[in-house]
């Protein structure tokens, strides 16, 4: 596995990394605890050393299982982790909203060193912007937590880019994470420009289109009712069927390429630029697998041109995620 630098913070990390939020759920019931355990410690054989969790994943449950996974090897691995939605520290109860308040994130802050069983954190994002409390705040509440040695990096989670400025003059930010694919092209127009300016490194999620682009979805595929896809727009039977020339043309890429359409996705990513880490998730080792092999495909400038063209000339129909959620991320 090949490794890169999250922009100019001197964070190496594999050029994939691993989206575990799916482990506990999310994409329909949680799967099998120790199942999900061997295989982030099959990741970690085969070179990956990107993890990514978040408090609000479960909650706490997918912090605990990272944590337990992770132990014996902890030296080895970078694992990034979220603060920033209003969750009882106690109980794990959702009371709705965010909270990035202070000292919550300080109580938030010790809660995860618990949960993954190490004694720092090496990438804290801010999971979405709070309205109710200046980024200035927050950017000072993670200096603090990194001069006292408990967090070495920070990070924020679908930002915009005044966000990121405000945040990265009060402490340096190393990565941005926000979804971008084939699928989202979004952060094409501002974000990625920013970020290069700044030298901050960019961890897409959803880099897979929350599964499209592999080319095993299509308008009849039944989401369960834990699954939230059947709640996003994109994924409506009648979005599916207009966006499916996208995955057409991914799926062409990769015949030609002797890859699959999954590889041909990351690999594009991949290209766009030396300090863009994807993080897919899985909960089959398979598909791990699958989509390590993306490190190995490359491109020409010309086929990386065309394939570019060729998506940016398909309209894809639906918003990428529900209203409510986007009412949040403030985009």
Known sequence: MNKRILGDSGLEVSAIGLGCMSMTGVYGAPTDRQAMIELVRAAVARGVTLFDTAESYGPFVNEELVGEALAPVRQQVVIATKFGFDIDLATGQRRGGLNSRPEHIRAVAEAALKRLKTDVIDLF??????????????????????????????????????????????QAITAVQSEYSLWWRGPEIELLPTLEELGIGFVPFSPLGAGFLTGTIDKTTQFGSGDFRSAVPRFAPEAMDANMALVDLVRDVATRKGATPAQIALAWLLAQKPWIVPIPGTTKLTRLEENLGADAVTFTAEELQQISSAAARIPLEGARLPEAVLAMTGR
């Open 125 to 170: 994002y801010q999971h979405r912007v709070d309205p109710n409390v200046p980024i200035e705040d927050v950017a000072g509440a993670v200096r603090d937590l990194i001069q006292a040695g408990k967090v070495k990096h920070f990070g924020l989670s679908e930002p915009g880019v005044e966000t990121v400025r405000r945040a990265h003059a009060v």
